[in-house]
């Protein structure tokens, strides 16, 4: 793995100078800082591969920070320790691609770090996954020489999944993802998953997409 | 505002397990039928009581206007006949019912306008059955105008048909009044029945309450006692959410407290045990650490209602999952049959799964009597296994319960989490053990594969 620039926004100085060692001495770049208003001013300038982010912080809530983040295509780590699941929810819709609850252990912030930085493709514009290469920004689709172009939603719909390979995602889920406040209509990303699954067959290579019964679709 | 926001999370997608969702039990007596019954059954006494009355009132009247009739008929012709107005062939005219004879002292019929039975001597009016006709009788003197009194004028009423529209009224009264009765039984049946449905309704939302988010009951009614049950049913199970996050709000802030210094020890003694690996009490020291922050965090998983909500799902290999815990406790034997372990589950958890079942195992029988195995397949099965001091039956029947610890040093806390997440995943979780003879504990998921629809128009 290249070594990524990690954003550290923790206002307990033990815990942020424990990350911020444990986090270079696996070879990444580390800026630690303690409110939301330093993390949003560097964040806001670029050059961040990701933020680990408290949720808890002295000036701004760690959610808005995120929110205000959400458009900078910069993935972010949640560090609670709140009891309120419903909090740890809003910051996945916010914008948060994790989360990890306190007290944990270094190795599995790292591991979710790393995962994260690994699918930070998801936020790129090219995505490769089972032979099929997805260029989101112009929707199109290859698979070898072969080539579609999809609609917006199904290309949506397949970059989140190639670009989270085994990862299962429930309907309800998807369409909060493709759809935000105003859900459609209730079996629409069964119709995207159905038509993505023929165009793919249509190019000549098996359909990655998997059914998981009762929970959602995922890549394999 | 914190239990709006708490509510927004229940509402979420997936809406998780909900584990007390049971249907509300059907009464072996229903009101309704009863009350149906209960108005059905009074209404017919009232009926039958009405019935005999008006029987008896119009039988009784009936009667005393026939006897009264009778009465001044025999009158007449008495006066008729000692006025001597009347000759005795007025006895032809008599028709229409009534019979009229004339008999000597001694009784024998002298003359008599019928071929009928003779007329039995009554003093008062009297019924008497004369072949097939019922009939009223009665009796006076008869006189010659010159007072001479030679026997006794006798007349028969023809009341049969008086009998027949008696028998017709008191029929035709039990007839409407039953089926009164049936109408107002069915009528109160169904009224009842309305009127209970918001309560039937009220008790299968009580009954599908799940504890651990209990959540307002819909009355739609009129503002009547179910109402009042509704809204103290609610005020009840308010003041239980209020009570639950209050105890939430307040763990929280615990764990507030407690998360940053635990990861700083635990996560500083880490590196220093890197560094200094030949320091026993540094080894000691993170060794505890550790302990104590995975106990807190099952207890905060526990506590935090985090199992409550639908895991965050991935293909993760148990196999994987499973020698990585092994290899943190050096001397615990591991092997996997290499088979496919795959499975959906939330990484995180399927590892604190591992982790408590090789612990607890660790704590009874100590690292070098404790085995660890993986199964792949189309289920995937995790065994681990001590040959420690074991479990008597008593124990082990509860040892997944919250809160017990099934045996010295066990940490019954991770059993209960290891369940939960276990059932979180579509799986199983099963104990075996014998006092002297160890522990068993045996994980099953289904494998990834079985999980998957099968492609219908693929190849």
Known sequence: MPPAHVLVVEDDVRLRGLVREALEATGHRVTAVETGGEALELALDGGIDLVLLDLNLPDVEGIEVARRLADEEVPIVMLTARGDVASRVEGLYAGAADYVTKPFELQELLARVHVRLRERGAGEAVVEHAGLRLQADVRTLWAGDAQATLPEREAELLRLLLSHPGRVFSREDLEARLYGEDLPESNTVEVFVYQLRRRIRSLGVADPIRTVRGKGYTVL | ?459
């Open chain 2, 1 to 459: 505002m914190s239990r709006g926001s708490a509510g927004g999370g229940g509402a979420g997608p997936g809406a998780g397990a909900s584990p007390a969702a049971a249907p509300a039990p059907t009464p072996a007596r229903h009101l309704r039928t009863r009350l149906g019954l209960i108005v059905l059954g009074s209404l017919l006494v009232a009926v039958a009581g009405t019935v005999v009355l008006v029987d008896q009132l119009f039988g009784r009247a009936q009667r005393a206007s026939l006897e009264d009739l009778l009465q001044r008929d025999l009158q007449r012709v008495q006066a008729l006949v000692a006025a001597g107005t009347l000759g005795t062939d007025f006895v032809d005219q008599a028709a229409g019912g009534v019979r009229l004879q004339f008999a000597s002292n001694a009784g024998a019929v002298l003359l008599a306008a019928d071929a009928g039975d003779p007329i039995p001597l009554a003093a008062t009016p009297t019924r008497a059955v004369s072949g097939e006709r019922t009939e009223l009788i009665g009796s006076a003197a008869w006189r010659l105008p010159s007072g001479l009194e030679i026997g006794t004028i006798r007349m028969a009423l023809d009341v049969t048909q008086a009998d027949v529209d008696r028998a017709t009224l008191r029929l035709s009264l039990l007839f409407a009044g039953s089926l009164l009765a049936l109408l107002a039984g069915a009528l109160a049946w169904g009224l009842v029945s309305g009127a209970l449905r918001p309560l039937t309704d009220l008790a299968r939302q009580a009954a599908a309450v799940d504890p651990a988010r209990p959540r307002l009951a819909r009355y739609r009614g009129p503002d009547d006692e179910v109402a009042e049950l509704a809204r103290a049913l609610n005020a009840a199970l308010e003041a239980i959410a209020e009570r639950q996050q209050a105890e939430r709000d307040a763990l929280a802030e615990v764990a507030h407290e407690l998360a940053a210094p635990l990861t700083v020890v635990a996560g500083e003694l880490r590196q220093l045990a890197a560094a200094r690996p030949d320091d026993p009490r540094v080894r000691a020291a993170r060794e505890s650490a550790d302990e104590l922050l995975h106990t807190s965090q099952d207890l905060l998983t526990l506590a935090r209602g985090e199992l409550d909500r639908a895991p965050d799902l991935s293909v993760v290999d148990l196999a994987e999952v499973a020698r990585g815990v092994a290899d943190a406790y050096p001397g615990v034997a591991f092997a996997a049959d290499g088979a496919d372990a795959r499975v959906f589950a939330q990484p995180d958890r399927l590892r604190q799964v591992a982790r408590n079942l090789v612990r607890n195992a660790v704590q009874a029988a100590g690292a070098e009597r404790v085995r660890v195995t993986v199964a792949g397949g189309r289920e995937v099965r995790l065994r681990v296994e001590d040959d420690g001091p074991g479990m008597t039956p008593e124990a082990l029947a509860r040892v997944f319960d919250r809160y017990v610890s099934g045996r010295a040093g066990g940490a019954g806390v991770g059993l209960t989490v290891a369940r939960r997440i276990v059932t979180s995943f579509d799986g199983r979780i099963e104990a075996r053990s014998q006092p002297g003879r160890g522990a068993t504990f045996e994980v099953t998921l289904p494998g990834w594969s079985s999980q998957v629809e099968a492609e219908p128009d693929e190849g």
